[in-house]
């Protein structure tokens, strides 16, 4: 099952945007789901993740971004505050692909990549 974003735009630093992530078709199975971003000419890197242990954040993000979901909704929420320029980049959601999640945040255990949507914030 495909996942898929949207939300993404162009804000000015200090400015907020919510990401949202819901399964195409389906309901989200995984005991994980992480939000990554890519930058151009920069790696995937990980910004949040939510599961039973509740949510993590990399330090570049934590305080800023809060990651939830709505059951109800099947859908994942990104919401980012005070953005800065170096926010920029596209955003992706991904599922957990194991069975127990144990707090990884290696893009490589995640899987059912969405075609990300872009963010970006000006100064």
């Known amino acids: 099952v495909q996942l898929v974003e949207s939300g993404g735009g162009s804000v000015q630093a200090g400015g907020s945007l919510r990401l949202s992530c819901a399964p195409s078709t389906g309901t989200f199975s995984s005991p994980a789901v992480a939000w990554f971003r890519q930058a151009p000419g920069r790696e995937r890197e990980f910004v949040a993740a939510?599961?039973?242990?509740?949510?993590a954040y990399p330090g570049s993000v934590k305080g800023r971004f809060t990651i939830s979901r709505d059951n109800a909704k099947n859908t994942v929420w990104l919401e980012m505050d005070s953005l800065k320029s170096e926010d920029t980049a596209v955003y992706y959601c991904a599922a957990f692909q194991g069975i127990t999640y144990t707090g990884s945040v290696r893009d490589t255990d995640f899987g059912s990549w969405g075609q990300g949507t872009q963010v970006t914030v000006s100064s």
């Open positions: 939510i599961s039973s242990r509740g949510a």
